[in-house]
């Protein structure tokens, strides 16, 4: 499935609050999951992991099992928006 730009920017978003400000993901996820059963199905996994998981615990711990979840991911075009934002955070 080919993302629309606007798809790729809301993605990008949600990706960067998982990495940069994991508290405020959760609803943005359920947000952008609600807006567009498209995106059920590429979120999925990352919308479940951010559900469960205690981001506050342990931020290496945390970002490591973010790593995980991504790479879990089946649309290529998503999974290099998430790791972009990954990789941007790993730069600063």
Avoid: C, H, W
């Avoid at 059963?37 to 990352?46: H, M, Q, V």
């Avoid at 981001?55 to 999974?79: A, D, G």
């Amino acid at each position: 499935m080919k993302l629309k730009l606007d798809e790729k920017q809301v993605l990008r978003s949600i990706s960067d609050l998982l990495v940069y400000k994991p508290e405020f993901a959760g609803k943005a996820m359920i947000d952008a999951i609600n807006s567009d059963s498209r995106k059920r199905d590429l979120l999925e996994n990352i919308a479940d992991f951010i559900e469960t998981k205690k981001y506050s615990n342990n931020r290496e711990q945390y970002l490591i099992e973010l790593k995980n979840e991504i790479e879990k991911i089946q649309n290529k075009e998503v999974k290099e928006i998430f790791k972009l934002s990954l990789s941007t955070m790993n730069e600063d």
